[in-house]
């Protein structure tokens, strides 16, 4: 296994036995983000995440939260345990510097998400824009998505102890699929990646995400300009205003034959 799992042993109970047996377990461990330019350097924000693809959560956490953009380079990064630096340009490391914003969340739960956010009025005045994009999805293809994406979870396969989040086409096709403790971090890791491989922005394509739907992930999916959310669970208040506000299709409790939409359901038939 990878650094994803750890071995355990536990006593495991089953019809009136008990037994001593190893069983995969999540790793979460912290990650320090640090942007680098010249000699200068500063901590972005520490996270509690599963390793791997760290660079990708990395570079996903400037782009989602506004500090890096589509015609921006990460030049290089450098990695060491729990640590990861990324050497980039002046006015990017300038934006990080004079970010009010890193004051509030200079560490981040995997799990609940960056507390404290700021409000639907603060995303306008940081320069998030409205969606634009005629996708629409039928139903079928829809209810696919969360097989389609556990079948790509294969970490959680030997643990049952982590989030994914996945890009899909409009045919229902996974283009990326992470996993991560934290189901924002999931987020990050795959629109990094989407970032690294120039396919940003991703108006023509739909994110599922495991778990509930917090206005974090709607706002990181905003940045990246997806225009239909899917999650396993419940959506927050919060996720469907800001989603109605900016045009974006949210629909939760995507389980088996059902569903439910939040927003804009002209997207859905």
């Given amino acids: 296994m990878t650094r994803s799992t750890a071995n355990q042993l536990i006593r495991h109970y089953r019809s009136g036995k008990w037994k001593e047996t190893n069983d995969f377990v999540t790793v979460e461990e912290p990650l320090e983000i640090v942007v680098a330019c010249g000699k200068k350097r500063k901590t972005v ?8 693809h760290d660079d990708e959560l990395a570079v996903g956490f400037l782009y989602t939260e506004g500090f890096l953009s589509i015609d921006e380079d990460v030049e290089d990064s450098q990695k060491e345990e729990n640590r990861i630096e990324l050497r980039v340009s002046e006015s990017v490391f300038d934006k990080v510097s004079t970010s009010e914003q890193l004051d509030r969340y200079s560490f981040v739960n995997a799990s609940c998400g960056l507390c404290g956010r700021t409000s639907i009025e603060s995303l306008r005045e940081r320069g998030f824009r409205r969606i634009q994009s005629d996708l629409t999805l039928p139903i079928k293809r829809l209810q696919g998505l969360p097989d389609a994406m556990k079948m790509a979870q294969k970490v959680f396969q030997h643990t049952g102890g982590l989030h994914a989040a996945g890009i899909f086409d409009k045919n229902g096709k996974a283009m990326i699929v992470r996993e991560d403790i934290g189901r924002h971090n999931a987020v990050d890791k795959a629109i990094g990646l ?63 034959d059902s569903l439910n939409v939040y927003t804009h359901p002209e997207r859905i038939h």
Wanted: charged share 15%; no cysteine.
């Fill in 194 to 256: 989407a970032f690294d491989d120039e396919i940003l922005p991703l108006n023509d394509q739909v994110l599922m995400v495991s778990g509930r739907m917090s206005y974090e992930i709607v706002q990181k999916a905003l940045s990246a300009q997806i225009p239909i959310l899917a999650a396993v669970s419940a959506p927050s208040n919060l996720a469907i205003k800001t989603a109605h506000e900016f045009g974006m299709t949210v629909v939760g409790f995507l389980r088996g």
């Fill in 45 to 52: 924000a520490i996270t509690m995440r599963t390793p791997g």
